[in-house]
């Protein structure tokens, strides 16, 4: 397939038409329809549907687009590597919003650094969303907490995820668990959020129904609401930590089988990109780090359990 004829369908897609592709490209209107053609001969198949002056994708054009997208940024970071030695180009990266603001920022410092020639476009969803971004090719990786099917992915194991129950300092909630029955229950916004149905296992188990569910769009409204005594909220220890104001809230561990979660930097098996090989080492690394402090740092005694 010719790079060049990939490269003028998506001028075509992007300018909406072949008369604006050839102002762009700086070509006659006969280049850009030319290459077209003989795209649609060498695929077998009808990419636009003409009507007049203008196109409309059919559905393989469609399904082009994104094709067309990753065999182009892959071709860019293959000749950027043959010209220079180094590894260069764009990745899509996916992460929980609890992984990205407290696991990431140091480790993608740090890739910046020593890869100035790799950029990281970072995307934030559920777990679940990213699995299906990955999937669907929208994503080169991501940082999960699902479980995955690993004969069509590859997971390279990274953080583990400690999570505990914040409330008020006084919270009768967190004392009393039960309590929650008459109380509310503070959740980020995403049905999808592993952490949130950890929350609902545990509220099943122990047979409780919260009057009230409120859904937030950050973990710091959910810290703030638990700071104010609006009710009580299940999240990652590691984000708790970077909340400024932590020292309002009160904690309280669950139980082991509930509270750890272990996340994965996860990719499609036909995934080969020399850049993400280079960030998979750096997060693998910075993951190890993270493992070895955890393992060093005295067992808090402080933190109450609930069963």
Known sequence: MDLRALETFQAVVAAGGIGRAATRLHRAQSSITSRIHQLETSLGVQLFHREGQRLRLTAPGEELVDYARRMLELAEQTRVAVRSGETGG??????????????????LAAFHRAHPQIWVNLHTASSRGLVADVQGGALDAAIVGEQVDTERFRCVPLYVEELVLVGARDSAMLAEPKRLADGTVLVYHSQGCIYRRRLVEWLDAQRIVPARVLEFASYHGIFAAAAAGVGVGLVPRSVLATYPQRDTLSVREMPARLARIQTALVMLRTTHLPALTRLEECLRKDAIAARDKATSRPRRTSARKVA
């Not at 990745?91 to 990205?100: D, H, N």
């Open 90 to 107: 764009a990745l899509r990266l996916g992460s929980m919003e609890s992984v990205a603001a407290s696991r990431l920022p140091y480790p």
